[in-house]
């Protein structure tokens, strides 16, 4: 009997336990099992990333997702749904990655920059932060947005892409007297370029550098970068990040550019042509009360003799008045006048001018290892300026080499040499010396080169104490004078950096860092004594002798002018 009752209620605790079982079987949440996962987030170097962001996939817009942040040494510990099939890691700065999940518990997620996302941070010299981090005015210029246009030099790269960026100055003119130019910061360090300019100025300038190096400029604008870099940075600062080889990769780039921009003097829709300066010539004769009555002529031989006005126009009415030519003969002069259009401009861009040539190529090439990323690259450039005899020519070597020594110390050095030399006419064409009116040339009508003699300037007075005191002949022929008084110039400038490293923990490191800079520029300019500039410059300092002679203060001959200004920093 006993043995029967016993076998009941074991048959029925069974039954109960069978039954528990079927309802927790179905129950919802028996069946949402979770699991954990383990992993770490590090960088292309294997650093790890603090603060990166790990969550679930979830295809579900109104399902929940599991989400967390990984710790200082990049690690993090996860709880997922058990159907969970995929988690995605980000952090700024790098590409996103989505990881499919495996029956294992541990991950190891690396993340690559993205260069899209450069726009996202600032660098301001000493650290790269978020924009949300960043409490000045800044703008940002990266690599993508300059491989849109070739450019050879920093203003061009900035004109139209920084906010009040204008004539190399960002905060306009702040100073009489003292610099407005801002400061550059070339890859953490500040860089100078002070040249001379022959009169005891001291100019702040650009510094030199490989424009196809760049990876991105940051421009700080307000005051706060001065709680950097200190007062220099009262203008500004251009901070420049320079590009890096990835690692496991070898990178070789060659570019080549060649630009020509069509010169004109757009004289035809800004200046004033032939016909309407001879209009206002006659003006002036008909309004002029002094050429009607009884003394015309000899107003008008008076007005000549003292060249009061040097217009072959006006001269050609007075020799009318005066009596030296008829009238028909006037009109007919006046008249030709009139249709010569935009003649002297026209001459400039011919005989005087040119199309800008630039060429420019580049060359670059990177290797990237495990502990060892090196950069070198070489920049020449070869421009025809706009004037007929001013060109320049630059080379840059550019060479930086990062090794990681240790797991703790890095070294990196570089250096940065340009040598550059040009010539730059001296003469203007648009201010030759004498008055001109957009009917005169350069070239007569023989083809032979157009001189302005001393008659057509100096009154009879003036020409008497030429002639009689034995001074030298003041005529100018233009286009002779462009080819005299060239000024020559050989730039050198070298910038070598070394850099150390010490990373104590993933938080805490110490940079110590030390820049050598070093510049030298000549230039020399040899004065023709067959220039005007000469022969008028050995005649201001003369005295009369009295008898058709004078004595010369300066001896007459070719003046050479030099000066030599280094920089060393």
């Not at 006048?337 to 060429?359: T, V």
């Not at 010369?552 to 920089?567: C, H, K, Q, R, V």
């Amino acid at each position: 009997m006993e043995k029967n009752v016993l076998h009941d209620i074991r048959l029925k605790m069974e039954f109960l336990l069978l039954c528990a079982m079927l309802v927790l079987s179905v129950s919802p949440a028996y069946a949402q099992r979770n699991r954990t996962i383990h992993g770490i987030v590090v960088d292309e170097n294997k650093e790890p990333l603090p603060a990166a962001h790990v969550k679930q996939v979830n295809d579900d817009p109104k399902g929940s997702i599991a989400a967390v942040i990984t710790d200082i040494q990049g690690h993090f510990t996860l709880t997922l749904p058990y159907g969970t099939k995929e988690i995605e890691a980000s952090y700024l700065g790098y590409t996103s990655q989505r990881i499919k999940l495996t029956a294992t518990n541990d991950y190891y997620i690396a993340l690559q920059p993205s260069t899209e996302l450069l726009d996202e941070v600032v660098v301001t010299g000493y650290q790269t932060i978020s924009k949300e981090r960043a409490t000045g005015a800044f703008s940002k210029v990266d690599a993508k947005k300059l491989e849109t246009q070739r450019l050879s030099d920093m203003g061009s790269m900035l004109e139209g892409r920084v906010a009040g960026y204008s004539d190399g100055k960002i905060r306009g003119v702040t100073s009489m007297n003292g610099l407005t130019t801002p400061l550059y910061v070339i890859d953490g360090f500040p860089v100078e370029k002070t040249t001379n300019d022959g009169y005891g100025n001291w100019i702040e300038s650009v510094p030199d550098l490989n424009m196809e190096d760049i990876e991105s400029i940051t421009v700080l604008k307000d005051a706060a970068a001065t709680s950097i870099y200190g007062a220099r940075a009262a203008n500004g600062v251009v901070v420049i990040t320079t590009k890096r080889a990835k690692k496991d990769e070898l990178n070789v780039s060659f570019s080549a550019t060649l630009t020509v921009q069509p010169y004109d003097t757009y004289a035809d829709k800004y200046l004033a042509g032939s016909s309407t300066m001879v209009e206002l010539e006659r003006e002036w004769a008909r309004q002029n009360p002094h050429l009607s009555g009884d003394n015309v002529q000899s107003y008008a031989q008076t007005v000549l003799d003292n060249m009061s006005y040097s217009s072959l126009g006006i001269r050609n009415i007075l020799n009318y008045y005066a009596g030296h030519i008829s009238r028909d003969q006037m009109e007919s002069n006046l008249t030709n006048l009139a249709s010569q259009g935009y003649r002297y401009y026209r001459d400039i861009e011919k005989y005087g001018k040119r199309n800008p040539f630039s060429q420019q190529y580049n060359l670059n090439i990177g290797k990237g290892t495990e502990k060892n990323t090196f950069n070198a690259s070489v920049s020449y450039r070869n421009n025809q300026l706009e004037d007929k005899y001013s060109e320049n020519r630059t080379i840059g070597i550019n060479l930086q080499n990062s090794t990681k020594m240790t797991s703790w110390l890095t070294l990196d050095v570089g250096t940065y040499l340009n040598y550059g030399k040009g010539t730059t006419q001296s003469f203007n064409l648009f201010s030759p010396g004498y008055t001109y009116m957009p009917y005169n040339g350069l070239v007569n009508g023989d083809g032979t080169y157009y001189t302005n003699t001393e008659e057509e300037r100096y009154s009879l007075y003036n020409l008497n104490l030429l002639h009689n005191n034995g001074l030298y002949n003041l005529d100018i022929t233009p286009l002779d004078e462009i080819k005299m008084n060239q000024t020559k110039n050989r730039d050198f400038s070298n910038r070598t950096f070394a850099r150390l490293t010490f990373k104590f923990t993933d938080w805490l490191k110490y940079t110590a860092s030390f820049q050598y800079e070093y510049a030298e520029y000549k230039t020399e300019q040899l004065k023709s004594k067959d220039s005007y500039e000469v022969r008028n410059k050995v005649n201001t300092f003369s005295t009369s002798n009295n008898d058709g002679t004078s004595t010369f203060a300066l001896p007459y001959g070719n003046i050479f002018f030099t000066l030599n200004s280094a920089t060393l920093l």
